[in-house]
């Protein structure tokens, strides 16, 4: 079992950066693949990063590439996701979410899910 709490998020400017946490509870952290969806207003939740078990590994959708970092610190239990150049249409509630092994980017894969963080970018 594990349990996820996001924390960051905020109002910024477009142009702008914020970074998101999610602090995981347990011991068996470094055993989970963790990712970062998000989910806009009349929208379907979508796939923003991944990061394997070590860290070793992530995965962006398109949108964000080059412009958002996942990371991990896994003596922390702490999932990141920095944000730069931050444009109105990132504007969504973001979720962190947990799954063994292998980290993927569709929701439905994901056994643990955080209460999410809100970001909103004003033009």
């Known amino acids: 079992q594990v349990q996820l709490v996001e924390s960051g998020g905020g109002l910024v400017q477009a142009g702008g950066s914020l970074r998101l946490s999610c602090a995981a509870s347990g011991r068996t952290f470094s055993s989970y693949a963790m990712a970062w969806f998000r989910q806009a207003p009349g929208k379907e939740r979508e796939f923003v990063a991944a990061?394997?078990?070590?860290?070793?590994?992530?995965y962006y959708a398109d949108s964000v590439k080059g412009r958002f970092t996942i990371s991990r610190d896994n003596a922390k239990n702490t999932v990141y996701l920095h944000m730069d150049s931050l444009q109105p249409e990132d504007t969504a509630v973001y979720y962190c979410?947990?799954?063994?092994?292998?980290?993927?980017?569709?929701?439905?894969?994901?056994?643990?899910w955080g209460q999410g963080t809100q970001v909103t970018v004003s033009s």
């Open positions: 990061i394997s078990r070590s860290g070793g590994t992530t």
């Open positions: 979410a947990a799954r063994p092994l292998i980290a993927l980017n569709t929701p439905g894969q994901y056994d643990y």
